[in-house]
Antibody
Framework: QLVESGGGLVQPGGSLRLSCAASGFSISTYWMTWVRQAPGKGLEWVANIDQDGSVTHYVDSGKGRFTVSRDNAKNSLYLQMNVLRDADTAVYFC??????????????????????WGQGTMVTVSS | AIQMTQSPSSLSASVGDRVTITCRASQGIGDDLSWYQQKPGTAPKLLICAASHLESGVPSRFSGSGSGTDFTLTISSLQPEDFASYFCLQDYSYPRTFGQGTKVEIK
């Protein structure tokens, strides 16, 4: 399972570090992803990271403010969020991505498939 | 960023109905699309990846189709536990983007 922690109330401009602890499997063989959901709104993809932490991607609004990282030895994923804005208020989910491959014609392609999710941690940015 | 437009945003249906939800991409994305179900207060659940591949354990009444820009999630016979919100997610390019969601309500 995946268990997020680290959410809370923070003032605009502040920082938070979210954690996602995995159990029952090793995250070392998976891409890992952060997704958020503002209250009453839809899902927004935030960031992901490859198996050894060498490749990361971010939502445009998070570039330069968010940093995704991982510690495979601790079986944990992290999201450092700086210069927080009201618009960052949301439940933050971590998810596992086994990136399954399927054959299309004579080619094998890898796909995203967020097959395990945590319960989420709430981040509220407000003065 | 690729925009994903889902329709309808909500629908009312009865148990046993066939339900179709569509997702349109702002540019071609091949078959790089997955579908998720979310019930209130819970995390999303993967239904389908690669546009049409059913996740293990997901009932066969769920199916996905499409490629390029137009995709469909079909529930062949709606069950009480299927009343939820559904989201598509493109994984063709970064940043990944979700559709805005479709809420399936009881008629």
């Amino acid at each position: 399972q995946l268990v997020e922690s680290g959410g809370g109330l923070v003032q605009p401009g502040g920082s938070l570090r979210l954690s996602c602890a995995a159990s029952g499997f090793s995250i070392s063989t998976y891409w890992m992803t952060w997704v958020r959901q503002a209250p009453g709104k839809g899902l927004e993809w935030v960031a992901n990271i490859d198996q050894d932490g060498s490749v990361t991607h971010y939502v445009d609004s998070g570039k330069g403010r968010f940093t995704v990282s991982r510690d495979n030895a601790k079986n944990s994923l992290y999201l450092q969020m700086n210069v927080l804005r009201d618009a960052d208020t949301a439940v933050y989910f971590c998810a596992r991505d086994p990136t399954p491959s399927f054959r299309t014609g004579d080619r094998w392609n890898a796909y995203d498939a967020l097959d395990m999710w945590g319960q989420g941690t709430m981040v509220t940015v407000s003065s | 960023a690729i925009q994903m437009t889902q329709s309808p945003s909500s629908l009312s249906a009865s148990v046993g109905d066939r339900v179709t939800i569509t997702c349109r991409a702002s540019q071609g994305i091949g078959d790089d699309l997955s579908w998720y179900q979310q019930k209130p207060g819970t995390a999303p659940k993967l239904l389908i990846c690669a546009a049409s591949h059913l996740e293990s354990g997901v009932p066969s009444r769920f199916s996905g189709s499409g490629s390029g820009t137009d995709f469909t999630l079909t529930i062949s016979s709606l069950q009480p536990e299927d009343f939820a919100s559904y989201f598509c997610l493109q994984d063709y390019s970064y940043p990944r983007t979700f559709g805005q969601g479709t809420k399936v309500e009881i008629k």
